[in-house]
């Protein structure tokens, strides 16, 4: 097991491994239909240049770059794990910027994460991630809206034809000629005077629409 997560951890095999990945999507992409519902919600964000915190469950990864309508690219708070690494790397072929991190989940230096949102930038958060539970709401995303006043869009995807990997998050793993949806959620703002006991409350809120919005992502694809 040592001798397989050195191999994984290889430099030269990070890279050929991530080629093959990017491959892999954009056939998925290209052999698939994906319908985009409820895009109104970010739009006015796009045609404003304002920023927003895209809140999205960590199994939905995969496919996460083909939700976004616009020029700017999505800044994605990532682990700095090695599995971060390698998302970085699959991340420059598409719209998508990782924000590296601390491996531990409870330094996050967030210096990097209110630079981009105070240049009216969007960001990427998979409040269930790094390491779980999953689709559970960790209160890092809460604060950060708190703290920069910046609303949390949550979004919901699924396909027809998928595999779930037996990791913590069952990654989703989208199979050729899929019918993909994504359905974006309301708007959720945290007030600036939230206290930490109302932190809880908006957790339930945003995990409670995140799960909305794959329900109705299910039904439009009869997955």
């Not at 790397?89 to 330094?107: A, C, D, M």
Request: proline share 5%; with cysteine; aromatic share 10%.
């Amino acid at each position: 097991m040592k001798i397989k997560k050195k191999i994984i951890k290889n430099y030269f095999i990070q890279q050929l491994l991530a080629l093959f990945t990017v491959v892999y999507i954009k056939l998925v992409a290209l052999t698939s239909s994906i319908i985009i519902k409820n895009i109104e919600s970010p739009q006015f964000y796009w045609k404003n240049n304002k920023p927003f915190i895209l809140a999205f469950w960590h199994s939905q990864l995969m496919m996460i770059s083909y939700c976004w309508n616009s020029e700017s690219k999505i800044n994605i708070l990532a682990s700095g794990h090695s599995d971060g690494r390698f998302g970085a790397i699959v991340g420059k072929y598409f719209k998508l910027n990782n924000i590296p991190t601390s491996s531990n989940e409870k330094t996050i230096s967030l210096k990097p994460v209110f630079t981009l949102l105070k240049n009216s930038q969007c960001i990427g958060i998979t409040p269930d991630g790094p390491r779980g539970p999953n689709q559970k709401v960790s209160e890092g995303i809460i604060k950060i809206s708190r703290v920069t006043q910046v609303p949390i869009i949550p979004i919901g995807f699924a396909s027809s034809k998928y595999k779930k990997l037996k990791s913590w998050d069952s990654f989703l793993i989208t199979k050729p000629f899929s019918k993909c949806a994504f359905v974006w959620g309301e708007t959720i703002t945290i007030p600036k005077n939230c206290t930490d006991s109302q932190i809880e409350e908006y957790k339930n809120i945003l995990e409670k629409e995140l799960n909305v919005c794959l329900e109705k992502a299910k039904i439009e694809t009869n997955a």
